[in-house]
């Protein structure tokens, strides 16, 4: 029998300044919000970020 390969995984410790969230969505949104932060080469917490922004200053201007 072949060996198992152990699999390392990294993770970043969480900071008092940020935290894990986790959700599902469907797939062609989900592609979508990828294609789009790899276009502007920015990671996809950096787009939701400032998806939100833009999101809760609409709702101040309305």
Known sequence: MGEL????????????????IGFRMPKPI????????A???IPLNGLLAEMWEL????KRAS
């Open 5 to 20: 390969k152990e699999k390392k995984t990294t993770r970043r410790t969480e900071t008092g300044e940020s935290q894990i």
């Open 39 to 41: 276009r502007r080469q």
């Open 30 to 37: 989900a592609k979508a919000i990828k294609v789009e932060a």
């Open 55 to 58: 999101y809760r200053e609409s």
